[in-house]
């Protein structure tokens, strides 16, 4: 593996490549963000367009975590390729990932270890021009205090493979898993609505598969919701909007929703 750090590939079009303005965003959006009954959530799913479009409904997955910020050392990140086909999960070929906030170290221990699964390749190729994964840096890097970070860049591969992947980085309350998916992508705007309905309320009943129609990142997704049961998670809706209820018009508009998958506690 090269030793170097992952630059950031979508600052200044995704986000603002200006450190004051990406700090001051991201503060403005974690605090308007609506603030459910206070949960500590094993597993968050977040939306990674834009954040004119998609940053308000992320927030509100992200605010949930400033309570507990110096619990989490360790953010587990997946997201769908957009560029780079991968059969199975792809780790970076890196050290750290770079954001305008500042360098994020990876967990190379963690890495090594499940890259012994078979469904686990490294790829720089997958990671270098990935948005899906690094519109989320700013976020963790503002409500978060020092962790590492395990990114994978998820391919062709099933819900068991990504499950499997899930279970041996699983961890304890120092971990929490972060899954990367918008929703409906270019519908009009009440048939948006009623899609993103629809599977939202497949992920709050756990049932699986999600279709690549419904979110982009309907793998993550359906490797979380695999192995939900045997980790007795609870999902919530925290937000559930479209591009045309943020910054976009209404012919045709991109699905968000967030959503936080706490633990059962005994």
Partial sequence: MNAHIRPPA?????????????????????????????????AVIAPHAGYIYSGPIAASAYALLENIRSQIRRVVLLGPVHRVPVRGLALPEAVAFATPLGEIALDAKAMQ???RLPQVVYSAAAHAPEHSLEVHLPFLQHVLDDFRLVPLAVGDASPEEVAEVLDALWGK??????ISSDLSHYLPYEQAQQVDRITADSILAKQWPISHEQACGATPINGLLATSDKHELTPSLLDLRNSGD???DRQQVVGYGAFAFTEVRT
Wanted: hydrophobic residues 45%.
């Fill in 113 to 115: 270890a499940v890259s």
């Fill in 10 to 42: 979508v600052a200044g079009m995704f986000y603002p490549a200006e450190k004051a303005v990406l700090s001051e965003m991201v503060t403005t959006m974690i605090k308007e963000a609506q603030r459910p009954p206070a949960m500590q959530p094993k």
């Fill in 246 to 248: 943020t910054a976009g």
């Fill in 173 to 178: 309350d120092e971990t929490l898993i972060v």
